[in-house]
C-alpha cells in the first residue's frame, strides 16, 4: 500500500468566533514542525537542490509572518505557504539560468534504499520536465490539492489545470517508463 | 505504453486506490485496460513513494527561532516607521503653523518688527538694549522663526533618513 505523504492533522484554530488567531511563537513553532518537511519535499523535488530548498523554506514562512496572514485553520495556513513557496520557485528560474533548472539525478543527502521499488530516480524522471509541470503534479498527487488550489498557487486559470495536468502527467508517465519504473501495487 | 490515452472518468477513484491501496475488482480491471488509468497510477505511486523517501532525509529542518526573530524585528522595523510616520507628520502640521501665522499677521508683524529694530538702533543707548531686545513681541517673532527653522530641520532630517 503507498500511504501519501503529506496528511495534516487539523488544530483549533480560533479560541472565539469571527475573531482571528493570533500567532505567537509557539503556535509558529507548531505550524512549522508539522508543515516544513513536507514543503521541504516540495521545494527540494521542484528545485533539486536541499540548500536552496532550505533558502527557499525559510523565506517562505518569513513571508507568511510578515503579511501577518493568520488563516482559519492549518489547511488554510498550508495552502497560503504552498502559494508563496510556488512564487519563490518560480522568481527562483526567472533569475536563475535555464540550465540550473535541472534536478540531480540523485540526491546523494537522502539514504537510497535499493529494496524499495520507485525510488531516487523519479526524481531524473522529474528533472526532464518543465518546472511548473513538476510542481503541479507535486500539488495534484502528493499535497492531494485541488485544480482551484494548484491554478490559485501557480497563477493559472482553473480550467485549464485539468488538461494541463493530463499532459504533464503523460509526460512524467513516459519518463519513469524510460527508466523502465513500474508500480508495485497492493491489490485489495 | 503510447502517449495516445485520453482523460478519463475512474481517475479520480483511481488515484484514491492509489493512494489508500484499497481497489476494488472492478476498479483493478479497468486500470488494467485503461491507458489513461495505468498512467495515472505509475505517476502517483511513484510520486508517493520520492514523496516518502524526501520526508524521510535525515539532513534536520533549518531551525524556526531564526525565522521568528527576523519576523519580530522586521515587525519592529515596521512599528518603528509607522511611528516616525506620525512625527513627521506632526512636523509637518508645525511647519504650516508657522507658516500660516506667518502669513496671516505679516503685514502687522512687520510693522511691529520695523518698530523693534528702529528701537534698537543707534540711539538706544547701551542700559536700554536688553529691555529693548526682551520686548515680548520680538521674543514672539524671534520663537517663531526659531522653532519653525527648527521644525522644518527635522523635517527633512527625518525625509533623508
Redesign the interface.
Known amino acids: ?6 496528511s495534516l492533522p487539523r488544530t483549533q484554530a480560533t479560541d472565539l468566533p469571527g475573531r482571528a488567531v493570533t500567532m505567537d ?1 509557539a503556535a ?2 507548531n505550524l ?2 508539522r508543515t ?3 514543503l ?2 516540495y521545494l ?2 521542484s528545485c533539486g537542490d ?1 540548500t536552496l530548498a ?1 533558502d527557499l ?2 523565506e517562505a ?2 513571508r507568511m ?2 503579511s501577518g496572514f493568520e488563516g482559519e485553520d492549518d489547511d488554510h495556513r498550508k495552502n497560503y505557504l504552498y502559494r508563496i513557496a510556488t512564487n519563490l520557485l518560480r522568481d527562483h528560474f526567472r533569475r536563475a539560468k535555464p540550465e540550473s533548472n535541472q534536478v540531480p539525478e540523485r ?1 546523494d ?3 537510497h534504499d535499493e529494496a ?5 530516480d ?2 531524473g ?2 528533472s526532464e520536465l518543465a518546472p511548473r509541470d513538476r510542481q503541479m ?2 500539488l495534484a ?2 499535497e ?1 490539492a485541488s485544480h482551484q488550489e494548484i491554478a490559485k498557487a501557480l497563477g493559472l486559470r482553473t480550467a485549464s489545470i ?2 494541463m495536468l ?1 499532459r504533464a ?2 509526460r ?3 519518463q ?2 524510460a527508466r523502465d ?8 | 505504453m503510447s502517449s495516445h490515452s485520453q482523460p478519463c472518468p475512474y481517475e479520480e477513484a483511481v488515484a484514491a486506490a492509489v493512494r489508500s491501496g484499497d481497489w476494488s475488482p472492478e476498479l483493478s480491471t479497468h486500470r488494467d485496460g485503461c491507458l489513461t488509468c495505468a498512467e495515472l497510477t505509475l505517476v502517483v505511486a511513484a510520486l508517493a513513494a520520492d514523496a516518502e523517501e524526501l520526508n524521510a532525509i535525515e539532513t534536520p529542518l533549518p531551525d524556526p527561532a531564526p525565522i521568528w526573530l527576523r519576523a519580530r524585528l522586521a515587525s519592529r522595523e515596521r512599528d518603528y516607521h509607522r511611528a516616525t510616520r506620525a512625527i513627521t507628520w506632526v512636523q509637518r502640521a508645525a511647519v504650516a503653523v508657522v507658516f500660516g501665522i506667518g502669513v496671516a499677521f505679516a503685514p502687522g508683524l512687520w510693522e511691529f518688527v520695523g518698530g523693534a529694530f528702529s528701537n534698537l538702533s543707534g540711539s538706544i543707548s547701551a542700559p536700554d538694549l536688553p529691555r529693548a531686545a526682551g520686548s515680548p513681541l520680538l521674543v514672539l517673532v524671534v520663537s517663531i522663526l526659531v522653532l519653525g527653522g527648527l521644525a522644518l530641520w527635522e523635517l527633512t532630517a527625518a525625509q533623508e533618513n
Do not use: C
Not at chain 1, 116 to 120: G, N, T
Not at chain 1, 181 to 188: A, D, K
Open positions: 500500500m503507498i500511504s501519501m505523504a503529506l511563537e509558529f513553532n512549522y514542525h516544513a518537511r513536507p521541504r519535499a527540494l523535488r536541499l532550505d523554506l525559510q514562512y518569513l509572518l510578515r540526491d543527502s537522502t539514504g524499495v521499488h520507485l525510488r531516487s523519479v526524481g524522471a522529474m503534479l507535486w498527487y502528493v492531494g485539468r488538461s493530463f502527467r503523460q512524467l508517465a513516459k519513469l517508463q519504473l513500474r508500480p508495485q501495487l497492493e491489490v485489495s
